[in-house]
C-alpha cells in the first residue's frame, strides 16, 4: 500500500525535522498512534521519509486504548498489518484511574500525561529512543492562547525534546503543518479514520475547542494569523525555552488586580 504524501505536506514537515534536528541516522521511531487523522498523516509521511530520505531510521507504532466508551482503536491493528508496520497495542484504564486520582486538571490533560507515560514505557521496552506524536501548527496556537489566557506563560507544545528521564526524544513532526492539510490528505487518501478518538472529550466543551472557534473567526479576517502565530511562537517551541521562561517571576495575583484598577482608572481620566 502505497500512499505518496503531497508535497504542500512533504516540504513543511521537511523543514521543521531539519530546524530542530529531530530524526537522526540510526534512530528508532515509536509513533504514537490514536488512529485520527493527524497521526494516520503523519504515519504515512515518515514512511515516505523512510524510503527516500537520506537518514535512516526505524518505525514502529503504538496505540494506546484509554477503555473509554465508544472508542475502539482495535480497528488499527489489520491496517498496520497490511502496511507492514509494526503495531504495539496497549489497554489502559485511565478514566477509571482519572475518578480517583484525578485533581485540577482536565480530563484531557490528564489522559494525554498518562498515554504519553505508557509510550514512554513501550519505547523503552522496544528499543525505540524516539516518540512520534502528531500536534500540528493549530494544536501548537491553540495552546499557546491557553497557556497566555489562563495562565499568564508564553509556552507552546514543544517541536523536540528530551524526557524528565533522559532516555528518549520526543519529536513533533507536523508543527509547521496546518490541520486542514492533515484533514484533506486523510479524506484523500481514505485512511481508516477514528474520527471520534477520544469520545469523552468530544461529549464535553473544552478550553482547546473556545480558542480552536476563536482562531477559526480570526482567521476569517485575518489569512496571515498563523504564519504570524509561528513566527511569534518558535521561540518557545525550542527545548530550551521551559527553562528561560520559567525563570521569569509571574506578577503576584494582587498586583495584576490593582495593574488592571489603573488601566480602568486611565480609560475614565
Known sequence: ????????LLRPVGRA???YDMIRDGDRILLGLSGGKDSLSLLHVLRHLQRHAPVRF????????PQVEGFHPQALRPYLEALGVPHFFCEEPIMERALTHMSKDSYCSWCARMKRGTLYSLARREGCNVLALGQHLDD???SFLMSAFH?????TMKAHYLNDAGD?????????????????FAARSEFPVIHDNCPACFRMPTRRMHMKQLLAEEEKGNRQLFPALLSAMRPLMAED????????PPIPRKDRTRDQ???????LA
Open 1 to 8: 500500500m502505497d500512499v505518496r504524501p503531497p508535497k504542500s
Open 17 to 19: 525535522i531539519a530546524d
Open 58 to 65: 526505524e518505525l514502529a507504532t503504538a496505540t494506546v486504548d
Open 140 to 142: 501548537l496556537a491553540e
Open 151 to 155: 495562565q499568564g506563560r508564553l509556552q
Open 168 to 184: 528518549v526524544r520526543i519529536i513533533r513532526p507536523l508543527v509547521y503543518v496546518r490541520e486542514r492539510q492533515l484533514a484533506e
Open 241 to 248: 525555552s521551559a527553562k528561560i521562561i520559567s525563570e521569569i
Open 261 to 267: 484598577a489603573d488601566k480602568n482608572s486611565a480609560r
